[in-house]
C-alpha cells in the first residue's frame, strides 16, 4: 500500500528516503510521493529508478527524485553516446527508451560471452577460474569482475520531468553529468545528522518494512 508506506515515511520525519522498492511497487510508491506534502522537501534516492520507471510514474518535478545506477540513456560518455547511436541503427527512433535494465542485459549476455571465450568452455568451474580480470565494454564503459565484484562506473541521476538527467559520477566523466549547483532538500551541512527511512522490499512476504536510521 503505498500511500501507507508514504505516511509512516512521514511520521518518522525523514529528511530522505533510500528506495530499495523495484518495478510497479516503485512506480506506486513515486506517484503517491509526488502527491504529498513531503514531495519537494524529503529527498528520495533510488537503486533501480530508470527511464521507463520514471514514465510509468508520470514523471517528477519535485528536484527531489534521484537514481543510483551504471547507466542512464542520457550519459554524454563516448560509450554511452556510441551504444545509443548502435541501438537506434539497429531498432530505428521508435525502439523502446534505452535504459539501466536493459544496457545491463546487453552487458551481460557480452560478459558471458568473454568468459566463456577465455575459458573455453560453458562449464561453472572452468568460468569460474578465469573470472578474474574479465571485462567488457558496453554502454557504461568499461565492466570488470575483479575479486568476485563487478567494477564499474556508477551515476546519480535526478528526475526532472519525464527525463533522466545524470548530475555526479567518476572523476574521469565530470563532462558527462549536468550538475546544478544546486543545494537539495537532501543535502546537509557538515556534521550534521540526517534522519534517513529505508524503504526495502521482501518478495517473499511481499511487504514493505520501513527503517528509520541516522546517517
Known amino acids: 500500500d503505498a500511500p501507507a508506506l508514504v505516511d509512516?515515511?512521514?511520521?518518522?520525519?525523514?529528511?530522505?528516503?533510500?528506495?530499495s522498492l523495484v518495478g510497479s511497487d516503485l512506480v506506486a510508491f513515486n506517484r503517491a510521493f509526488a502527491e504529498s506534502p513531503l514531495a519537494g522537501r524529503v529527498a528520495r534516492v533510488c537503486a533501480?529508478?530508470?527511464?521507463?520507471?520514471l514514465?510509468?510514474?508520470g514523471g517528477d518535478g519535485t528536484g527531489e527524485?534521484?537514481?543510483?545506477?551504471?547507466?542512464f540513456a542520457a550519459l554524454a560518455t563516448d560509450a554511452s553516446l556510441a551504444f545509443g547511436q548502435r541501438y537506434t541503427a539497429r531498432f530505428g527512433p521508435d525502439a523502446p527508451?534505452?535504459?539501466?535494465?536493459g544496457e545491463g542485459a546487453y552487458d551481460g549476455v557480452r560478459l558471458l560471452a568473454?568468459?566463456?571465450?577465455r575459458a573455453g568452455s560453458?562449464?561453472?568451474?572452468?568460468?569460474d577460474a578465469v573470472a578474474d580480470g574479465t571485462?567488457?565494454?558496453g554502454g557504461r564503459g568499461r565492466f570488470e569482475l575483479r575479486g568476485r565484484h563487478a567494477v564499474q562506473p556508477v551515476y546519480l541521476a535526478r528526475a526532472d520531468g519525464l527525463s533522466v538527467t545524470p548530475v555526479a559520477g567518476p572523476s574521469s566523466t565530470a563532462g558527462a553529468c549536468r550538475g546544478s549547483g544546486t543545494t537539495g532538500a537532501g543535502e546537509t551541512e557538515a556534521g550534521a545528522s540526517m534522519s534517513v527511512a529505508v524503504m526495502k522490499s521482501y518478495p517473499s512476504t511481499s511487504q514493505n518494512r520501513p527503517a528509520r536510521a541516522l546517517a
Open 65 to 71: 527524485l534521484y537514481a543510483a545506477m551504471g547507466y
Open 135 to 137: 571485462r567488457v565494454t
Open 114 to 117: 568473454a568468459l566463456a571465450g
Open 8 to 19: 509512516l515515511v512521514a511520521a518518522v520525519r525523514a529528511d530522505a528516503v533510500l528506495l
Open 55 to 57: 514514465l510509468g510514474a
Open 48 to 53: 533501480a529508478l530508470e527511464e521507463n520507471g
Open 97 to 101: 527508451v534505452l535504459n539501466g535494465h
Open 122 to 127: 560453458l562449464a561453472v568451474p572452468e568460468l
